[in-house]
């Protein structure tokens, strides 16, 4: 019955959306106030039964009710209750019906919450999220119809994919697709304004702050998952640069770059086309990446024909890239280039260009990346693999250029090629830097990196990362001056400016963070119970009693106690329970790992293996992984960042200076 | 029972995936020609060892982990076999550990997997042929692209210095104006 019934809210939900998309043109073509309400109203009706179905779909979830393919295919009856929640998006049909839902509440909200100043382009802005909602629906009632039926109902489920039993998974794949979704507003008003022929009033304050919500939701949500890949899967890394996580890292790196020009057409009314193109590129980016990991176009070009959901994304994909080029082509023209006097000049202008020089071609890296081998194979039949190596052979340089455009880019002004106090910041900056370096240096153990071209790697790396955070603070204590230390007014007035500040702070120790995968230790250790062993400075203690068995929730745990001291006081600093688990539904065994550790590094012990018979003799991988903490503390301070300057008033307003009121300080 | 610890854990290593597609585990690449016969060439002890191996520390020597980081892992997403206990990333290291036995160098067993597995056991794409592209693509870009960038940039400061702070639509405007002032002092 339930089934049914979520069935028909998803047909009606595209139903209702084409219709929306049709009326919403219509009302754009002859200006007709009333039928763009109704196309309004049939936005606000998808959402609702959008929602309801998914919210039919959990209640399933929760009534164990197996005569639903998909809730038997994903949950089980012994499945935690939370689990029971988050199996609805643990597998393709329940993630899509989670992916619209959330696009029908963004469009919702973004057609509800539309400004006044842009109520010409409404129509399109309605016209654009509803087609892609229509066709995202067309492809859930075609191929990924949770819904479908499964009778006679079996007494119990499959079970949920156990390495998503983790409630990073149950927060990193919502997050994502609010970050995605959140980039169709973008995308949309970019479609509006390029038939719409002009970038209208309130253009720019709203796209910014969809995007800078997009850039929060989506900064967190690829940190999630890398979290999740550190203590789930055990290799002791958090990026690998698989084709996934790389499909997530390019809408972010597109709207990044996106922000930055936003703020150089905010500023200078310069790069509005550019702003367009990008806004397009990034909600393009999401869908490319849902292509490369749903079609299995990944894994072979052989795979892609097999799956049926891979040509309808390649056909949308294509769709999208035509229709957009071809309204760029025919309406860019009347997207007129600068309505100011404002010239071009070698400053902070010319620094957020060669900003977004280096996030779009970090993004085309990894996109050739990806697709390379897909490229290859169809054209010299021959397989190849393109993996971390070549990635992390570019991430360097490209660091250098984030780190070197971070320090002297926000230093500059617009419209002018003298930095105020510029010797002084820079100079500063550099005397500031060596005593941070070699604290780091000291704390963080760089010397004891063993090859060479890995140690230049980080001084050289740790060094400038200090400089520019020396930089950003000498601005930063700059523009405080310019208000005389009237910390609320330069609040008030700088909230844009200083969530910047901060997440380029945030970067910069991201970026300290990374350079500790130079220094990574790694070491295989077979020991007998009660036995101990050495290992950088600790020291690790096997129990006696062996392998020991545990029960939690539906899986079985053969957990290694295993005691770790510091070496130098003797004090116990863990009582770790390195594991292997064993799930009910499942042959495999999976691996509970152990973190532990300070700020400086990470203990991450791997029960690798043991003796089956007795349990008393286990190899037991060691990694001592740098720094991994400071990644985590970074980005929080990128998502803090970017929410800090959300909530700037004025940003993006044309009549800042009015809506600000009168605010030049008497020095 | 063969225990393969991070055997599927490492083989969704695709991670996402998990929600994304549960199909992945059957777009698991299929192994090259040369791959099955690599398979039943390998001696049945040699399987032994592989379990074993995971009992043992011999993967800790530096020589060893120089070139099982180079190989990829078969049957994983975006890892090395030096990363991955899957059984068939089990079944190279042993490998590698054979032929460090025999003294080859690290070139001449890269080779060896090279010419068993194609160039697809390689981590990056061999600098070669048409996979040079994908090394001359980025290189390309990140040295023009600010070359680029600054000559534009430049030429952009030619002007503003030839005619001083006025940008192209005042000059525009500046000259329609003296010719409609033109226009009206001739008559």
Same mark, same amino acid.
């Given at each position: 019955m339930l089934a049914n019934y979520g069935f028909y809210l998803i047909f009606l939900c595209f139903v209702c959306s084409f219709y929306g998309f049709v009326s919403a043109i219509m009302a754009a073509f002859w200006r007709h106030r009333r039928l763009y309400n109704s196309s309004k109203m049939a936005m606000t009706v998808t959402c609702l039964s959008a929602v309801s179905a998914s919210a039919l779909l959990i209640y399933a979830f929760y009534q164990r009710?197996?005569?639903?393919? &998909?809730? /038997?295919?994903?949950?089980?009856?012994?499945?935690?209750?939370?689990? @029971? %929640?988050?199996?609805?998006?643990s597998s393709l049909e329940g993630s899509h019906t989670l992916w619209t839902s959330l696009l029908t509440i963004v469009g919702a909200v973004a057609v509800w919450t539309g400004n006044k100043d842009n109520e010409h382009i409404m129509p399109y802005v309605a016209g654009s999220i509803h087609a892609v909602l229509a066709w995202m629906?067309?492809?859930?009632?075609?191929?990924?119809?949770?819904?479908?039926?499964?009778?006679?109902?079996?007494?119990?489920?499959?079970?949920?994919?156990?390495?998503?039993?983790?409630? &990073?998974? /149950?927060?990193?794949?919502?997050?994502?697709?609010?970050?995605?979704? @959140? %980039?169709?507003?973008?995308?949309?008003?970019?479609i509006a304004a390029l038939v719409y022929g002009d970038i209208t009033e309130g253009w720019l304050k709203t796209t910014r702050r969809w995007t800078l919500v997009s850039f929060c939701f989506l900064t967190a949500a690829i940190t999630l998952g890398g979290r999740w890949a550190y203590v789930e899967l055990g290799w002791a890394g958090y990026w690998a640069w698989d084709p996934v996580e790389n499909s997530s890292f390019m809408p972010w790196l597109l709207a990044t770059a996106l922000l930055h020009c936003l703020l150089v057409q905010e500023k200078l009314g310069h790069l509005k086309r550019l702003s367009l193109v990008l806004g397009i590129g990034a909600f393009f980016m999401c869908y490319v990446g849902t292509f490369l990991t749903r079609s299995g176009v990944v894994s072979s070009v052989h795979s892609f024909a097999e799956s049926p959901i891979g040509p309808n994304y390649l056909i949308y994909?294509?769709?999208?890239?035509?229709?957009?080029?071809?309204?760029?082509?025919?309406?860019?023209?009347?997207?007129?280039?600068?309505?100011?006097?404002?010239?071009?000049?070698?400053s902070k202008e010319s620094a957020l260009v060669v900003t977004q020089f280096l996030l779009l071609s970090f993004a085309a890296i990894i996109f050739i990346g990806t697709m390379f081998p897909i490229v290859s194979e169809a054209i010299t039949g021959q397989r190849i693999s393109v993996q971390a190596p070549y990635f992390n052979m570019f991430a360097p340089w490209v660091g250098l250029g984030v780190i070197l455009g971070i320090a002297v880019g926000n230093l500059m002004r617009y419209q002018s090629d003298k930095i105020p106090y510029g010797k002084k910041i820079i100079l500063g900056a550099i005397v500031f830097a060596i005593p941070v370096t070699c604290f780091l240096i000291y704390m963080g153990d760089v010397m004891s990196t063993k090859k060479t071209s890995s140690l230049i790697a980080q001084l050289v790396g740790l060094y400038l990362a200090s400089w520019a955070i020396g930089?950003?603070?000498?601005?930063?204590?700059?523009k405080l001056r310019d208000v005389n230390f009237k910390y609320g007014l330069f609040f008030s007035r700088s909230q844009g400016y200083f969530g910047g500040w901060v997440a380029h702070i945030g970067m910069m120790i991201a970026i300290i963070g990374f350079l500790g995968n130079y220094r990574g230790m790694e070491e295989r250790v077979t020991v007998h119970a009660g036995e101990n062993f050495s290992f950088y400075g600790?020291?690790?203690?096997?129990?006696?009693?062996?392998?020991?068995?545990?029960?939690?929730?539906?899986?079985?745990?053969?957990?290694?106690?295993?005691?770790?001291?510091?070496?130098?006081?003797?004090?116990?600093?863990?009582?770790?329970?390195?594991?292997?688990?064993?799930?009910?539904?499942?042959?495999?065994?999976?691996?509970?790992?152990?973190?532990?550790?300070?700020?400086?590094?990470?203990?991450?012990?791997?029960?690798v293996d043991f003796d089956k018979i007795d349990g008393k003799r286990v190899t037991f991988q060691i990694n001592i992984n740098p720094t991994v903490r400071f990644v985590w503390g970074a980005v929080m301070m990128m998502v803090l960042g970017g929410l800090i300057a959300l909530f700037d008033k004025f940003r993006g307003n044309r009549s800042r200076d009015v809506v600000a009121g009168a605010w030049e300080v008497s020095a | 029972?063969?225990?393969?610890?991070?055997?599927?854990?490492?083989?969704?290593?695709?991670?996402?995936?998990?929600?994304?597609?549960?199909?992945?585990?059957?777009?698991?690449?299929?192994?090259s020609p040369k791959a099955p016969q690599a398979a039943t060439e390998t001696p049945a002890p040699s399987q032994d060892k592989g379990v074993k191996g995971l009992l043992g520390t011999e993967d800790?020597?530096?020589?060893?982990?120089?070139?099982?980081?180079?190989?990829?892992?078969?049957?994983?997403?975006?890892?090395?076999?030096?990363?991955?206990?899957?059984?068939?990333?089990?079944?190279?290291?042993?490998?590698?550990?054979e032929q460090m036995k025999l003294g080859k160098?690290?070139?001449?067993?890269?080779?060896?997997?090279?010419?068993?597995?194609?160039?697809?056991?390689?981590?990056?794409?061999?600098?070669?042929?048409?996979?040079?592209?994908?090394?001359?693509?980025?290189?390309?870009?990140?040295?023009?692209?600010?070359?680029?960038?600054?000559?534009?940039?430049?030429?952009?400061?030619?002007?503003?210095?030839?005619?001083?702070?006025?940008?192209?639509?005042?000059?525009?405007?500046?000259?329609?104006?003296?010719?409609?002032?033109?226009?009206?002092?001739?008559?």
């Amino acid at each position: 019955m339930l089934a049914n019934y979520g069935f028909y809210l998803i047909f009606l939900c595209f139903v209702c959306s084409f219709y929306g998309f049709v009326s919403a043109i219509m009302a754009a073509f002859w200006r007709h106030r009333r039928l763009y309400n109704s196309s309004k109203m049939a936005m606000t009706v998808t959402c609702l039964s959008a929602v309801s179905a998914s919210a039919l779909l959990i209640y399933a979830f929760y009534q164990r009710d197996y005569s639903i393919a &998909y809730v /038997a295919k994903n949950s089980s009856n012994d499945l935690p209750p939370i689990f @029971t %929640l988050t199996a609805f998006w643990s597998s393709l049909e329940g993630s899509h019906t989670l992916w619209t839902s959330l696009l029908t509440i963004v469009g919702a909200v973004a057609v509800w919450t539309g400004n006044k100043d842009n109520e010409h382009i409404m129509p399109y802005v309605a016209g654009s999220i509803h087609a892609v909602l229509a066709w995202m629906f067309y492809l859930a009632i075609t191929h990924s119809d949770p819904f479908v039926l499964n009778l006679p109902a079996p007494t119990n489920g499959r079970g949920m994919n156990e390495l998503l039993q983790n409630i &990073y998974m /149950a927060i990193h794949p919502p997050m994502l697709f609010i970050g995605y979704t @959140t %980039l169709a507003v973008p995308f949309a008003y970019s479609i509006a304004a390029l038939v719409y022929g002009d970038i209208t009033e309130g253009w720019l304050k709203t796209t910014r702050r969809w995007t800078l919500v997009s850039f929060c939701f989506l900064t967190a949500a690829i940190t999630l998952g890398g979290r999740w890949a550190y203590v789930e899967l055990g290799w002791a890394g958090y990026w690998a640069w698989d084709p996934v996580e790389n499909s997530s890292f390019m809408p972010w790196l597109l709207a990044t770059a996106l922000l930055h020009c936003l703020l150089v057409q905010e500023k200078l009314g310069h790069l509005k086309r550019l702003s367009l193109v990008l806004g397009i590129g990034a909600f393009f980016m999401c869908y490319v990446g849902t292509f490369l990991t749903r079609s299995g176009v990944v894994s072979s070009v052989h795979s892609f024909a097999e799956s049926p959901i891979g040509p309808n994304y390649l056909i949308y994909l294509a769709g999208l890239v035509l229709i957009s080029s071809a309204i760029y082509a025919f309406r860019a023209p009347s997207i007129l280039p600068a309505d100011t006097e404002k010239v071009w000049g070698v400053s902070k202008e010319s620094a957020l260009v060669v900003t977004q020089f280096l996030l779009l071609s970090f993004a085309a890296i990894i996109f050739i990346g990806t697709m390379f081998p897909i490229v290859s194979e169809a054209i010299t039949g021959q397989r190849i693999s393109v993996q971390a190596p070549y990635f992390n052979m570019f991430a360097p340089w490209v660091g250098l250029g984030v780190i070197l455009g971070i320090a002297v880019g926000n230093l500059m002004r617009y419209q002018s090629d003298k930095i105020p106090y510029g010797k002084k910041i820079i100079l500063g900056a550099i005397v500031f830097a060596i005593p941070v370096t070699c604290f780091l240096i000291y704390m963080g153990d760089v010397m004891s990196t063993k090859k060479t071209s890995s140690l230049i790697a980080q001084l050289v790396g740790l060094y400038l990362a200090s400089w520019a955070i020396g930089c950003l603070f000498g601005d930063l204590y700059v523009k405080l001056r310019d208000v005389n230390f009237k910390y609320g007014l330069f609040f008030s007035r700088s909230q844009g400016y200083f969530g910047g500040w901060v997440a380029h702070i945030g970067m910069m120790i991201a970026i300290i963070g990374f350079l500790g995968n130079y220094r990574g230790m790694e070491e295989r250790v077979t020991v007998h119970a009660g036995e101990n062993f050495s290992f950088y400075g600790y020291r690790f203690e096997f129990a006696k009693e062996g392998i020991q068995l545990r029960q939690e929730h539906n899986a079985t745990l053969y957990t290694a106690p295993l005691k770790i001291f510091r070496e130098r006081d003797g004090v116990m600093i863990e009582d770790a329970h390195p594991a292997q688990s064993k799930y009910p539904t499942k042959d495999q065994v999976f691996n509970e790992i152990a973190i532990t550790g300070n700020i400086w590094h990470d203990i991450y012990v791997v029960l690798v293996d043991f003796d089956k018979i007795d349990g008393k003799r286990v190899t037991f991988q060691i990694n001592i992984n740098p720094t991994v903490r400071f990644v985590w503390g970074a980005v929080m301070m990128m998502v803090l960042g970017g929410l800090i300057a959300l909530f700037d008033k004025f940003r993006g307003n044309r009549s800042r200076d009015v809506v600000a009121g009168a605010w030049e300080v008497s020095a | 029972m063969r225990l393969s610890a991070r055997l599927l854990v490492s083989s969704i290593a695709v991670l996402e995936f998990g929600y994304f597609s549960p199909r992945l585990m059957a777009q698991m690449p299929e192994p090259s020609p040369k791959a099955p016969q690599a398979a039943t060439e390998t001696p049945a002890p040699s399987q032994d060892k592989g379990v074993k191996g995971l009992l043992g520390t011999e993967d800790n020597s530096p020589a060893f982990r120089d070139v099982a980081k180079e190989l990829r892992c078969p049957t994983c997403t975006g890892l090395s076999v030096l990363e991955s206990d899957a059984s068939f990333s089990v079944q190279i290291k042993d490998q590698v550990h054979e032929q460090m036995k025999l003294g080859k160098s690290k070139e001449d067993i890269v080779k060896y997997f090279v010419e068993r597995y194609g160039p697809w056991i390689l981590r990056e794409p061999p600098k070669e042929g048409f996979n040079l592209l994908a090394w001359a693509v980025p290189i390309g870009l990140l040295v023009l692209g600010p070359i680029l960038i600054w000559l534009l940039i430049w030429r952009r400061r030619v002007q503003f210095n030839v005619h001083g702070v006025r940008s192209t639509e005042a000059l525009v405007h500046e000259m329609q104006e003296r010719l409609q002032a033109m226009k009206e002092k001739n008559g």
